[in-house]
């Protein structure tokens, strides 16, 4: 059977570059974009494009039945740092676009789900360096919380109803196509846009954090190959962990000073300093590693030169 793909959230940070490539490998029409929003040109103009309200139970239905869908990606969400300023309304888009698509899946209509968790499913009493696969989760954001439920639901669809959904916790990604929205992570982008155009930034976190990171094309991977391998190979059904690099700001503002010597980092933190202090340092992703071999290809340094490089071409800098 060829795969019919819907992607909810498909003009966010990682639902563009999700897109493109399963456009790539499947074939532009077999993949639906949506969002409620319209794209960049690129995303837009590069297959079929549905306006989806991922809340809206009928309107997800709608669209899954006019093309005969059998994959979904929902990738629509609200993150940490605006789920704070808005929780009524991020515990609605987080959790109930999730219950959607589960009991779609669950009716028969959509074969495969992929719907990604974070590590903000974590909280201030996790063990914060190589944190376990399994460990204590008291997260203390609402982002946090919708995640952690959405996990043990994604878990209970699959144990109850045999839903085939799959999910990994996402660490921060840093990417420079599209820009990532209201997350505590996206400090790691900004810098690299405002040290090409400004030669400085201002890091909204002080200079000791240290978070698990990932470049964008390691995500993709990850969620494309999950979404590929055997079911019987996918023995975690809540979320995997999934780690590549961590580090702190200053630490990447070293790697930046490498290619541009004269650069200026100062620190003023905010209220996402809280959130970022309660989450982990380093994940352990063994278990990601040993069920589906999954391994990541970008270091600091590789993707701090693939992210400048890449900024230079869109800003027409030389
Ligand atoms: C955020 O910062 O909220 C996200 C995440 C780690 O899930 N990037």
Redesign the pocket.
């Known amino acids: 059977m060829s795969k019919t793909i819907l992607v909810i959230g498909a003009c966010g940070q990682i639902g563009t570059e999700l897109t493109l490539k399963l456009r790539e490998i499947n074939g532009a029409s077999n993949v639906i974009a949506s969002d409620i929003r319209e794209g960049d040109k690129e995303l837009m103009q590069s297959g079929p494009f549905e306006f989806i309200n991922a809340i809206d139970y009928d309107s997800v239905l709608g669209i899954i039945t006019k093309y005969n869908i059998n994959e979904v990606y929902l990738m629509a969400?609200m993150?940490?740092?605006t789920?704070e300023k808005f929780p009524a309304k991020a515990w609605e888009l987080n959790m109930n676009s999730l219950f959607n698509v589960l009991n779609i899946a669950k009716e028969g209509n959509i074969k495969k789900v992929f719907w990604?968790s974070?590590?903000?499913v974590f909280g201030p009493t996790t063990p914060k360096e190589n944190t376990p696969q399994e460990t204590v989760m008291e997260p203390s954001?609402v982002?946090g919380i919708s995640?952690q439920a959405g996990e043990r639901w994604c878990e209970y669809y699959f144990n109850k109803f045999g839903v085939d959904v799959r999910s990994i916790r996402?660490?921060?990604?840093i990417s420079w196509k599209t820009n990532?929205g209201?997350?505590?992570?996206?400090y790691a982008v900004e810098i690299y846009h405002e040290a090409l155009l400004k030669g400085a930034y201002t890091s909204f976190l002080n200079k000791e954090t240290k978070?698990?990171m990932m470049y964008m094309d390691d995500a993709i991977d990850a969620t494309i190959q999950i979404m590929n391998t055997k079911p019987e190979n996918i023995k975690i059904r809540s979320s995997y962990n999934l780690a590549a690099i961590s580090f702190t700001p200053e630490e990447i503002a070293e790697e930046i000073k490498k290619e541009i010597p004269d650069f200026k980092i100062s620190f003023k933190s905010d209220f996402?300093q809280n959130?970022a202090d309660s989450?982990p340092k380093s994940i352990d992703d063994s278990r990601a590693r040993e069920d589906w071999g999954w391994q990541h290809h970008f270091d600091l340094k590789k993707m701090s030169k693939n992210m400048l490089h890449s900024l230079k071409i869109k800003y027409n800098l030389s």
């Open positions: 969400a993150l940490s740092a789920g990604p974070s590590i903000a954001t982002y995640k996402y660490p921060g990604i990532p209201g997350g505590t992570t996206d978070l698990p996402r959130i989450w």
